[in-house]
């Protein structure tokens, strides 16, 4: 069974940093792409970053840019996002995402885990 486990999560005031992680399991890690995706409340959900399957190669939105930082370690199948400089623009639910192949039907589908709330407020 795919896992993804997001944590980290909090209140932080304007300025300040929070590091999530997404600790996955039930495919093999090594092999995927992952994301990163906010929901802001009233609001669709928002890509923030990407980091392919080694870790070499990261792609960020564009207001995150300089501020946060994508990063895995495979050995323990986990993702991470450190941001920084956090602004009130920043507050929403984070979710760790991937698209994995199902070879029955040929196809990638898309995993979610539960997400993890961060709140930017003074």
């Known amino acids: 069974e795919v896992q993804l486990v997001e944590s980290g999560g909090g209140l932080v005031q304007p300025g300040g940093s929070l590091r999530l992680s997404c600790a996955a399991s039930g495919f093999t890690f090594d092999d995927y792409a992952m994301s990163w995706v906010r929901q802001a409340p009233g609001k669709g959900p928002e890509w923030v970053s990407t980091i392919n399957s080694n870790g070499e190669s990261t792609y960020y939105f564009d207001s995150v840019k300089g501020r946060f930082t994508v990063s895995r370690d495979n050995a323990k199948t986990t993702l991470y996002l450190q941001m920084n400089s956090l602004k009130p623009g920043d507050t929403a639910k984070y979710y760790c995402?991937?698209?994995?192949?199902?070879?029955?039907?040929?196809?990638?589908?898309?995993?979610w885990g539960q997400g993890t709330q961060v709140a930017v407020s003074a």
């Open positions: 995402t991937t698209d994995l192949f199902d070879g029955v039907t040929g196809s990638y589908k898309p995993y």
